[in-house]
């Protein structure tokens, strides 16, 4: 079955769709496609409540709980990505720009039922 992810970093997300048991290499690949960055060079995050853990490359989603009643279209499951700093062996630290909400809806765009349906029946007279 197909898992939905929004993989991570900085102001980057990638939303990308995959098989439940595609391993964590595979999704490097993917990344590798769009960023052009090789796997050795990149870290996966599970992203928690308490803090991230980093994924293996050997183990598929469906290890850490990506399946597709948790990952679907509508809500995908989010992945951190850090990537290694240069030339030295060290990977910068995990790093997501929180996304901004968007506003409230102005009253006039709000659904009232029973406003919407007062209106439709002075409209018949």
Known sequence: MDVFLMIRRHKTTIFADAKETTTVHEVKKMVEGILKKAPEDQQLFKLTKDQPILMDDSKQL???????????????????????????????????????????????????????????DSSDK
């Open 62 to 120: 469906s290890d850490y709980g990506y399946t597709h009643s948790t990952a679907r279209a509508q809500l995908p499951e989010a992945i951190g990505l850090a990537f290694r700093e240069g030339s030295s062996e060290e990977f910068e630290p995990l790093e997501i720009t929180p996304v901004s909400t968007p506003p409230d809806l102005p009253d006039v765009m709000k659904g009232d039922s029973t406003n919407s349906q007062s209106n439709m």
